[in-house]
């Protein structure tokens, strides 16, 4: 099959876009017969010069009538490969679909008018390029005739506009002179500038590279859903989703993210017919494991060492269509994948109007229709992939209640302050020597699964109490509950390391409650020892286990936010251990699962 690449072609009002297309048309040969000499012809009849973006127009004018090529996507083709060029960009619809997703350039050609020289424009769209993650790019600049082709007005604009291009991080492939209209080095050489050994603007395009097949990529499989076998006894859960990169086979390890959860492909399951030996990316697959673990939809499957990023911080290129802006202090559902997210915008990098085309760094919100480089901040942390290397899990929409106010592509993961936590515990997870009891066989046998709850506030709220009450009511009821004092595990785990390394200890901690949850118990923890706010390290050390944080403080308070449960301080620890249960009931953590 003949590769396809979808290339875009971008400059300022005039500077030659519609006549390079028209040649590109012309000297390719996909006009069909005759068409060229027909529009000259009836330009003669109508008395008016010739035009190349004319050939434009006549394809329009046969789409109407129901034939062959769509205006907006028109087709060249060489000896290489076909390309398809989408029009109109800077126009607010192209950056929508290329956000979106439902467009996608893998190159694009700069155009540059030689007389007029670098125009503001001229760097708005290298912008604009730079914003979409467009990195193969080719600057032409054209109207060389009207320079007498001379080479050093060519010169002075490559030195210009290659500095500026690099400030926004775009290494152009080629500058290459031209003239649209004569036609010098579009599809061939060109006599009025010998001076020139470079390629001409198909060879060009032709040198760009393809991106790898998704099927090349590594494995990414967004779960959609989980089902489970119908028949009794039978414990066994087909995960589902659409293999959106890389592939797939019985046998094959498999990592979870961002739970770090892991296990080994068991079947691949067909609702009809055979199961397929292998799925490959674009195909829906159903997937049985061979220890039971408990994924959701939302986490993203792949092979053990080649997984996603996981973290909190995003950097991203969003397009708002949004009636309301996008602005600090309020929060958005983040959908990416399967999965959704609560998400605040952090900080605003730098912002483009799409309908003006100007940049602005000091703006404080995204309105409708801005183009915005910035860093989104998530609650829980996300799995995802920086568009560049994997798309299906780079791109992302924004919904503002219940609207999707806009879309965007994550760019990188800026690190958060538990990256390196983060990355600590995913390698425990994979390495992690597992026996030969699973967790759920585990929790069947216990009656219940594994838990953590911190009890969190000020001193003197009576958080000990509470914890103590809490361990006791629930042993009573038959549920393996431990109460971890943190003040245990700095006698004997942290005896050789200083009071005051605060990381250590948190981090110390954090194993030790790892292990007891490993175990299959529900540990109760106050955070005398660790101190206030380290809950968040802990829920990244403890991860995939559920964390139940109980604040005991008043309302609206800052740390109330983090909380899964808050509670009146110095209440009677029976009435706070009957809500504790009642939540842990709720969240299913307790007896069933
Ligand atoms: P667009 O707005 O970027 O699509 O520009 P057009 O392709 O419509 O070109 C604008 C004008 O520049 C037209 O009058 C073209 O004939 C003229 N033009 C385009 N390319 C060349 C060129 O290489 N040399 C000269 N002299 N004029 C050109």
Not at 276 to 287: D, K, N
Request: with cysteine.
């Amino acid at each position: 099959m003949r590769e396809t690449m979808q290339i875009v072609i971008v400059g300022h009002v005039d500077h030659g876009k519609s006549t390079l297309v028209g040649r590109l048309l012309a000297d390719t040969g996909v006009l069909g017969e005759g068409k060229l000499e027909k529009v000259q012809a009836t330009c003669r009849r109508q008395g008016k010069q010739f035009e190349y973006a004319f050939l434009l127009d006549a394809l329009e004018a046969e789409q109407d009538q129901g034939i062959t090529i769509d205006a907006a996507r028109v087709f060249f083709r060489t000896d290489e490969r076909d390309y398809i060029i989408i029009d109109a960009p800077g126009h607010i619809e192209f950056l929508k679909n290329m956000v979106t997703g439902a467009a996608r350039a893998e190159a694009a050609v700069l155009l540059i008018d030689a007389k007029e020289g670098v125009r503001e424009n001229s760097r708005r769209h290298g912008y604009l390029l730079s914003m979409l993650g467009i990195r193969q790019v080719a600057v032409v600049v054209n109207k060389m005739d009207l320079v007498d082709y001379d080479r050093e007005v060519f010169d002075r604009i490559v030195g210009e506009y290659r500095a500026f291009l690099e400030e926004v991080g775009i290494r152009p492939h080629c500058f290459i002179p031209i003239s649209a209209r004569e036609g010098d080095l579009v599809a061939g050489p060109s006599a009025a500038m010998p001076w020139y050994d470079g390629p001409d603007v198909l060879a060009a395009v032709d040198a760009f590279g393809k991106a790898p097949s998704r099927g090349q990529l590594p494995l990414r499989m967004p779960v959609q859903d989980v089902y489970k076998w119908n028949a009794r006894g039978d414990d066994r859960r087909i995960v589902a989703g659409r293999v959106e990169a890389g592939r797939l086979r019985v046998g094959d390890r498999v990592l979870f993210s961002p739970s770090n959860k892991t296990s080994t492909i068991a079947s691949l399951e067909a609702f009809a017919g055979q199961p397929p030996a292998e799925v490959e990316a674009g195909t829906s697959a159903g997937v049985t494991l061979t220890e039971q673990i408990y994924v959701e939809r939302g986490e993203i499957m792949s092979h053990l060492r080649e997984g996603p990023e996981v973290g909190t911080r995003l950097r991203a290129n969003v397009f708002w269509l949004g009636k309301l802006p996008l602005e600090p202090g309020r929060s958005y559902k983040l959908k990416l994948g399967t999965s959704q997210t609560e998400v605040r915008l952090e900080e605003i990098v730098r912002v483009l109007d799409a309908s003006e085309l100007g940049t602005s760094v000091t703006k404080k919100r995204v309105d409708r229709h801005d183009v915005a480089d910035l860093v989104l901040r998530t609650r829980t942390p996300v799995a995802f992939d920086p568009t560049e290397r994997i798309e299906a899990t780079g791109r992302f929409v924004i919904v503002d209640g219940y609207d999707i106010a806009g879309g965007g592509i994550v760019r990188a993961l800026v690190p958060d302050e538990h990256q390196q936590l983060r990355l600590e515990s995913r390698i425990r997870d994979i390495e992690w020597v597992r026996g030969d009891v699973g967790h759920e066989q585990r929790a069947r046998m216990l009656g219940h699964p594994a838990s953590l709850v911190m009890v969190t506030g000020e001193a003197g709220v009576g958080k000990a109490a509470v914890a103590r009450a809490l361990e006791r009511r629930l042993c009573e009821e038959g549920v393996h509950a431990y109460l971890l004092d943190g003040k245990n595990v700095v006698l004997g785990v942290d005896a050789d390391i200083a009071l005051d390394d605060r990381e250590g200890l948190v981090r110390r901690f954090g194993e030790v409650a790892h292990l007891f949850l490993d175990a299959g118990l529900v540990v109760v923890s106050t955070t005398n020892v660790i101190g206030l706010g380290d809950h968040r390290t802990l829920r990244t050390l403890v991860s995939p286990f559920p964390m139940l944080v109980v604040h005991l403080g008043p309302e609206g308070a800052a740390e109330d936010e983090e909380a899964d449960l808050r509670l009146d301080p110095g209440g009677e620890p029976a009435v706070a251990v009957d809500q504790i249960v009642r939540a842990l009931a709720e969240r299913s953590r307790l007896r069933s699962h």
